[in-house]
């Protein structure tokens, strides 16, 4: 390690950290040492049990399956499943661009995260699109680089909460924020969904550049400084979340050094040129900042839709106070945070106030705290800081919440808790830190215990689509989303594979049960009344009631007359119904063609298109031909009116 800077940073032995000494209460920490030259040497126990730790709670999850949007960034997104030679591409247009193929805004602000894309391209170039082998490498990959994490921050943490000589390692405030960061519950859907690896990119990158500038102050040598901002553009890169460590650097820096402010403002302008780079290679790419000019009117993209002003930030904090409490009580766990498994609440509402209060006070606390230099300060800090991109104050994310939104705001709380337990705890009850209590030991215990348990009972929810949207229908059950996602695995997982009748009509029975429910919630839901379709055939399949089936159809066309995916469904069931009740199906193709599509919508092409099934079926039906005399003058088609009209009379 070259020599520390004589007025900065004091010399420490090539061995463990020694005893921090203590400032006085006006000037800040001296820092003693950011990582020994021998950290492997020294530290190799607690960086391998940490690795251990990660793999212990998430190698069950190797052998699972793709989930969730899954299949826009891997397995459904062209870009990435050409390999190597769709880099280009993921690093040209928005994320989702590779699996949409065309230009749609389906959430604010867009979406630009090239570097995780760019992984699992590389992943698939080198092991073969479709490969057997690949899911596992993705999965291995995550979880290396989920305790490759937990390993940098106790790296940082050592420097930053240094052991007195002679203390033990794993009663420190590094190990236990660390291995707390490892064992919390909430990383499961970062690590065990492999779409996940954007969180964990991006608190990696934003921890390294982190370390790369206290490496700088540490050791005065420009390169460090160079690499902070390579480090923060890969984590920028990864999501746009680590933007936030422009601010978290610097206030660590302040907190635990006696750095200037002028020479830490320095030491910031290679991570503000690696966020400007990004924005603009971003807006490059995207062709807008943050406002695509299109608004979206899906509730389940933009789920504030239909509140004023009041319900919306009442209701943004209202999930704010739940993050708080799932960072202390991880329980219980859903994927599923949409309309309206969170509520939507105004100012009258005590959990909505609490939790403002709550934030208010966490915020005028920490500041007026900061020249002190007290440690919950800069935790309050960090979390306020991290979390803020995701909260839904400055710019919509497109759900109320997330677990995964937590992952980096997380860092905070594990450090607070890692201080408490490691030096807070001991003064309290007037024990010494290089002797844990027995009670604090317990405790300590007994917490990281509650969180392994949660986390290997959580992980096994997502080996498949079935066991994911089960869990989250129990948990969820105000969800639109959940509810809907459950009835699509039990029709495409279940029920396209059983054979016995009464096995399908139980499956018929449930699916209209949640599928009814999800309307419920939500009346507009596009996939919902897809389902409902596909609920539908099936019940047909079972009972063959086919006036039965017509209603549900008739109520989704309604509803969504011009959906692709319903209209391709309704086009190969009418002709797989051809064979069914002549009345009925006549019936049913007059009142779409005619009554809906002609008098209601003035659509002329598709009201000809159901009157000629219908047209197919029954070659001269009378109100069928007179439906199409009608529907070709309105065309402008004089002579195939006239053929209608003629075949018609011929009938009468």
Not at 414 to 431: N, S, T, V, Y
Not at 607 to 632: P, S
Request: charge should be positive.
């Amino acid at each position: 390690m070259a020599a520390k800077h004589k007025q900065q940073v004091k010399q420490v032995p090539n061995k463990m950290p020694a005893s921090k000494p203590k400032p006085k209460a006006a000037s800040a920490p001296i820092l003693t040492q950011t990582f020994s030259p021998g950290f492997w040497r020294n530290n190799w126990i607690p960086a391998l049990l940490l690795l251990a730790m990660a793999f212990g709670l998430y190698g069950a999850s190797i052998p699972y399956g793709y989930m969730l949007d899954d299949q826009m960034v891997i397995w459904g997104n062209a870009y990435v499943q050409r390999g190597f030679a769709g880099l280009n591409d993921i690093f040209a247009y928005d994320s989702f661009m590779g699996y949409f193929q065309k230009q749609q805004f389906l959430l604010e602000g867009g979406r630009y995260r090239p570097l995780s894309l760019a992984t699992f391209a590389v992943e698939v170039g080198i092991f073969g699109k479709g490969s057997p082998n690949l899911i596992y490498v993705s999965h291995i990959v995550n979880i290396l680089l989920y305790g490759a994490t937990g390993v940098l921050l106790y790296r940082i943490l050592l420097g930053l909460f240094p052991l007195k000589e002679g203390g033990r390692w794993y009663f420190g405030v590094p190990f236990i924020a660390s291995a707390f960061f490892v064992l919390h519950p909430l990383h499961s859907e970062c690590v065990a969904n492999i779409k996940g690896r954007d969180e964990i990119l991006a608190l990696l990158g934003a921890l390294a550049a982190l370390y790369a500038t206290l490496k700088y102050f540490d050791t005065n040598r420009i390169l460090w400084l160079i690499l902070s901002g390579v480090f923060l553009l890969l984590g920028v890169l990864s999501k746009e979340n680590a933007l936030t460590f422009l601010a978290v650097i610097p206030l660590t820096v302040y907190f635990f050094t006696n750095v200037s402010g002028g020479r830490n403002f320095g030491a910031s302008i290679p991570l503000l040129l690696a966020g400007l780079i990004f924005i603009l290679v971003r807006y490059n790419a995207l062709g807008y900042m943050l406002n695509h000019g299109n608004d979206t009117t899906d509730l389940m993209n933009n789920p504030f839709l239909g509140m004023t002003g009041g319900e919306r930030l009442a209701t943004i904090f209202l999930t704010l106070g739940w993050y708080v409490k799932l960072l202390f009580v991880p329980h219980p766990l859903t994927h599923d945070y949409y309309p309206y498994h969170v509520p939507k609440v105004g100012w009258s509402d005590w959990r909505a106030l609490l939790s403002l209060a709550l934030y208010l006070g966490m915020g005028i606390w920490a500041l007026m705290n900061l020249k002190k230099r007290r440690i919950p300060a800069y935790t309050i800090l960090f979390y306020l800081c991290t979390l803020s991109i995701v909260s839904n104050l400055f710019v919509s994310v497109g759900t109320f919440m997330n677990e995964r939104f937590l992952y980096m705001p997380s860092v905070a709380f594990c450090i607070l808790a890692g201080w408490f337990f490691a030096r807070k705890l001991p003064a309290l009850i007037k024990e010494s830190e290089d002797k844990p209590s027995v009670l604090g030991a317990m405790v300590l215990l007994a917490i990281a215990g509650l969180f392994a348990f949660r986390t290997v009972t959580r992980v096994p929810d997502w080996k498949d689509a079935m066991s994911l949207n089960k869990s989250a229908v129990r948990v969820s059950e105000n969800s639109a989303r959940s509810h809907c996602f459950y009835v699509t695995a039990l029709y495409k997982e279940q029920y396209i594979s059983a054979t016995d009748r009464a096995v399908k009509a139980a499956l018929v029975d449930t699916m209209e049960y949640h599928i009814k429910r999800s309307l419920e919630i939500n009346p507009n839901y596009g996939a919902a009344l897809i389902m409902k379709a596909a609920v539908a055939a099936a019940r047909f399949d079972v009972d063959n009631q086919l006036d039965k089936f017509f209603h549900q159809i008739e109520y989704v066309m309604e509803k969504i007359p011009y959906n692709t995916n319903f209209r391709d469904f309704l086009d190969k069931y009418m002709d797989y119904l051809n064979g069914a009740n002549a009345d009925k199906y006549m019936a049913f193709c007059h009142r779409v063609g005619y009554d809906f599509f002609f008098k209601k919508k003035n659509d002329l092409k598709t009201a000809e298109k159901f009157l000629i099934y219908g047209l197919n079926r029954q070659y001269e039906d009378i109100r069928i031909l007179d439906d199409l005399t009608e529907v070709y003058t309105a065309m402008g088609n004089p002579a195939k009116a006239a053929e209608m009209k003629a075949r018609a009379d011929a009938q009468r």
